[in-house]
Structures are given as structure tokens and as C-alpha cells.
T-cell receptor, first 112, second 113 residues
Framework: DQQVKQNSPSLSVQEGRISILNCDYT??????FLWYKKYPAEGPTFLIS?????DKNEDGRFTVFLNKSAKHLSLHIVPSQPGDSAVYFC???????????FGTGTSLTVIP | DAMVIQNPRYQVTQFGKPVTLSCSQT?????MYWYQQKSSQAPKLLFH???????NEADTPDNFQSRRPNTSFCFLDIRSPGLGDTAMYLC????????????FGPGTRLTVL
């Protein structure tokens, strides 16, 4: 059973605009969440993370928001750039654990 | 640069012919993972090692085996590949730290003919 879900397989955004990628999870015990970016023919690259004690974490153009009551997190990319075009995976884990649960990914296309 | 390396990047094998994929890391991380990822699907954890302790996922087929001879290397052995084993195989590592983050290799794309 998929514990982490990304319901939008794809998203297209104009360059310079905001990209918002969404992720939902079912297990309220997860306390650490990550976003990975994956280019074709490469492995996923860690992008940004957030622990459940926070509701927002920023790193440059990337911000992750966590809504624990809704079991929902989102990744905001502002401004979007063509180089951001990739597949983005959301993952959840237990902060002290070794297992990670991935969503199916959202393919982002940033149109120049 | 510290990194996770996978070899080969592309592998083609015949149905039923054993194949071994390798992963090495220079991060000195004590956890190593093998994932299988098929097109448009989430990476599926096959197993992971915490140091030498092997942790198999309940739904990983017996056809998939792993070896970790030392901290740096981990191997995935597929004893009798089937057509359904065609996929990207990703190796990842994680260290013991306050940042619970995995680092992935570039993957091996396996095609079973």
C-alpha cells in the first residue's frame, strides 16, 4: 500500500513563475520528509528536507511546507528555471529510522 | 569527491542468466540500500544493510540476493532474471547523523531479453 502519494504525474510551468509540487502521506508517525530531484539516466539527488517539528524550510529558491494535520507537504520553486525540469520525488521516513518511503514522482517541465 | 558509484551503468542480460550489479561508496556510510525502479513508479526498496546486518523487505523475491563484503561495497545478485526484472536499480547510502538523508548513485539500467 502506497504510504506516500504524488497525485500529479506531471506539471508544466512558465519560466519565472512558481512551481508547486504536492505530496500526501498516510502514516502520521512519519517525522522526516525529503524531496529529491531526478534527471533522466541519473540517480535521485537530495534537494531539501523538513522535520515534523517545523512547518517550513527554505533553501534558496526552494521551500518545503509541511501541514501535519492534513498529512500534506509541498515544494515551492520560485522562480522556476528551465534547469529545474526534472522528476521530483517526495519521500517520508522516521527520523531515527533507516527506511524511506517514496512517492511515484512528478515530472516538472519549465517552459522558457 | 565523496560519492556513490554504480557499475555498470547499463546491463543487458538473457532471460535466466545470472547478473551482478555493483555499488561502491566513498562516504563511509554505514547504511547501504538497493532499490528497484520501474518506469513511472516509486523506487521500491529491495533490502538494506546496516553495517553487516542485512534487512530484507518482505516482498523482495528470493531471486534477488545481496552481499556487502566491506563498508565500501555492496552487490546485487539476480540469480535468474525474468523479463519483469527489467528496471533501473538504484544504490543509496546513509550515514548515522542528525540529517536523515540518503545519497543515491546514478543507477544501473538492466534490460532482460
Amino acid at each position: 500500500d502506497q504510504q506516500v502519494k504524488q497525485n500529479s504525474p506531471s506539471l508544466s510551468v512558465q519560466e519565472g513563475r512558481i512551481s508547486i509540487l504536492n505530496c500526501d502521506y498516510t502514516n502520521s508517525m512519519f517525522d522526516y520528509f525529503l524531496w529529491y530531484k531526478k534527471y533522466p539516466a541519473e540517480g535521485p539527488t537530495f534537494l531539501i528536507s523538513i522535520s515534523s517539528i517545523k512547518d517550513k524550510n527554505e533553501d534558496g529558491r526552494f521551500t518545503v511546507f509541511l501541514n501535519k494535520s492534513a498529512k500534506h507537504l509541498s515544494l515551492h520553486i520560485v522562480p522556476s528555471q528551465p534547469g529545474d525540469s526534472a522528476v521530483y520525488f517526495c519521500a517520508a521516513s522516521y527520523l531515527t529510522g533507516n527506511q524511506f518511503y517514496f512517492g511515484t514522482g512528478t515530472s516538472l517541465t519549465v517552459i522558457p | 569527491d565523496a560519492m556513490v558509484i554504480q557499475n555498470p551503468r547499463y546491463q543487458v542480460t538473457q532471460f535466466g542468466k545470472p547478473v551482478t550489479l555493483s555499488c561502491s561508496q566513498t562516504l563511509n556510510h554505514n547504511v547501504m540500500y538497493w532499490y528497484q525502479q520501474k518506469s513511472s513508479q516509486a523506487p521500491k526498496l529491495l533490502f538494506h544493510y546496516y553495517d553487516k546486518d542485512f534487512n530484507n523487505e518482505a516482498d523482495t523475491p528470493d531471486n534477488f540476493q545481496s552481499r556487502r563484503p566491506n563498508t565500501s561495497f555492496c552487490f546485487l545478485d539476480i540469480r535468474s532474471p525474468g523479463l519483469g526484472d527489467t528496471a533501473m536499480y538504484l544504490c543509496a547510502t546513509k550515514g548515522d547523523s542528525s540529517t536523515n538523508t540518503q545519497y543515491f548513485g546514478p543507477g544501473t539500467r538492466l534490460t532482460v531479453l
